[in-house]
């Protein structure tokens, strides 16, 4: 934190230290808190090119820009927040980590940023969507919660049209989302010339079924899919394996 800067947080908010390089993020411990998917997410895309301009997809409170701000050389992070609370949440993080010059935080809707910004803008894109699709599963009385899990505010279209519109050529989206939406996902990328390049499934245990998947598609690209190895969080006693310690800096 810069010497003589106050961070004024409001009733149940808070600030957790994410344990890399000293960076920390402010939360609302009652709202909708960034999870392991964010994380394994900013580590999928730490190979952004040296000062690329990125743009980051419903940001939220900011975690995944934070993150690439300290795990690559990016010369600037955009991100996009339509919720208004969540948006001033993620502005006191990028002042609390002194993040000014490299994240910049915009309140709108996705589907309005190519009225905002040329095409063929960015050299990257990193989203965390909504998983669920609108008026399916259980759904939170909270707005916030509700807004972050299910489609209300866009859906996979939206991303894959936006991105297509906003990347470079032969530069890549990458997203994490849940496996079951995999055709949806696979068939909104293709018709808006996004080509998958890479997939790799999270699995919680080596016995359990895949819960995440991280996927990186290139505009413009070639038709090759590689499937990477398994990514597997938990060792059979509960502990985390060896490369999920390493993403999170503690191996």
């Known amino acids: 934190m ?3 800067i106050t961070i004024l947080l409001k009733e149940n908010e808070r600030i957790d230290d994410l344990e890399y390089k000293g960076l920390k993020i402010i939360q609302n411990k009652n709202g909708f808190c960034f999870g392991i998917d964010s994380v394994l997410l900013s580590d999928f895309a730490k190979n952004i090119k040296k000062d690329a301009n990125v743009l980051d997809l419903g940001t939220g409170t900011g975690i995944i ?3 690439l701000c300290g795990k690559t050389n990016l010369k600037k992070i955009i991100g996009v927040e339509i919720q208004k609370d969540v948006y001033d949440m993620a502005k006191k993080s990028i002042k609390l980590n002194n993040l000014e010059n490299r994240f910049e935080i915009i309140n709108e809707d996705i589907k309005n940023l190519d009225k905002i910004f040329t095409p063929n803008s960015f050299d990257a894109i990193v989203t965390n969507p ?10 939170s009385k909270d707005e916030i919660q509700l807004i972050s899990r299910h489609e209300i505010m866009c859906n996979i279209e939206d991303i894959a049209k936006i991105s297509s519109k906003l990347l470079n050529s032969n530069c890549s989206l990458y997203m ?10 696979i068939q909104s990328l293709k018709k808006y010339k996004l ?3 890479i997939i790799r499934f999270i699995y919680p245990k080596i016995e359990k079924e ?3 998947v991280l996927i990186k598609a290139t505009k413009g690209a070639k038709e090759f899919l590689k499937i990477e190895k398994p990514l597997i969080v ?8 060896k490369e999920i310690l390493k993403i999170y800096n503690k191996y």
């Open 234 to 241: 938990y060792n059979d006693n509960g502990t985390y394996t």
């Open 176 to 185: 994490v989302h849940r496996p079951d939406r995999i055709v949806d996902i």
């Open 2 to 4: 810069k010497r003589g």
């Open 65 to 67: 820009s934070i993150l």
């Open 195 to 197: 080509e998958p390049k």
């Open 210 to 212: 895949p819960n995440l």
């Open 130 to 139: 909504p998983y669920k699709k609108n008026n399916t599963g259980l759904k």
